[in-house]
């Protein structure tokens, strides 16, 4: 069975400084992964996905996550945070590309 | 383009009483997914519609069921409703459904039970 480990529910950094959140699945089969951002009384938006090309993988707003199959991680980047990345982040995983399991979710939180 | 729609936003409802809520998917998408959403267990897959049939479904009791219409308007009922179930409701659709990284989330509906 797929898992998703978001390690860190609440992270809290300085405007300009690294983003960071983390993600480790577990999957039976090569997986689809997956980072989705929530705001506010909003529903999710995807940020990025990794379908099994590049390792590295660019998204909007200037994130990034780079999949390691050895460490079954796929950590979600950004070199400079800003105030309006703060939100909530999910990462998900899915075996079959029909539905996804999510992990519990990490609050980023962005000091001035 | 208009993007998924959901009605009603907001939602009370008392312990014991049944529930309808309704989405409505991009225009040209045929697949719409149901999820959950709670502080306690987080985001979690109820089922997927695609032409009307349920393809998937997750692990959640027969009180919570959904249906979709020829014109792929999906909805989803709950019945006997339990404090447990006050949750943001979510639907996504996508062309196919067959791809996940290419759903679109509406914006919820949140339900309280009382």
């Known amino acids: 069975a797929q898992s998703v480990t978001q390690l860190g529910s609440h992270v809290s950094v300085s405007e300009g400084a690294l983003v960071l959140l983390r993600c480790n699945y577990s999957?039976?089969?090569?997986?689809?992964l997956f980072w989705y951002v929530q705001y506010p009384n909003q529903g999710l938006q995807l940020l990025l996905k990794?379908?099994?090309?590049?390792?590295l993988v660019k998204g909007i707003n200037g994130f990034e996550a780079e999949f390691k199959k050895s460490e079954t991680s796929f950590h979600l980047t950004k070199p400079s945070a800003h105030m309006s990345d703060a939100a909530e982040y999910f990462c998900a995983v899915s075996e079959t590309q029909r539905a996804l399991t999510f992990g519990s979710g990490t609050r980023l939180q962005v000091q001035p | 383009k208009a993007g998924v729609t959901q009605t009603p936003r907001y939602l009370i409802k008392t312990r014991g009483q049944q529930v309808t809520l309704s989405c409505s998917p991009i225009s040209g998408h045929r697949s719409v997914s149901w999820y959950q959403q709670t502080p306690g267990q987080g985001l979690q897959f109820l089922f997927e519609?695609?032409?009307?049939?349920?393809?998937n479904k997750g692990n959640f009791p027969g009180r919570f069921s959904g249906r979709q219409f020829s014109n792929s308007r999906s909805e989803m009922n709950v019945s006997t409703l339990e404090l447990g179930d006050s949750a943001l409701y979510l639907c996504a659709s996508s062309v196919s459904g067959d791809r996940v990284g290419e759903q679109y989330f509406g914006p919820g509906t949140r339900l309280t039970v009382t």
């Open positions: 990794y379908t099994s090309a590049a390792t």
């Open positions: 519609y695609f032409s009307e049939t349920q393809r």
């Open positions: 999957s039976s089969v090569p997986p689809y």
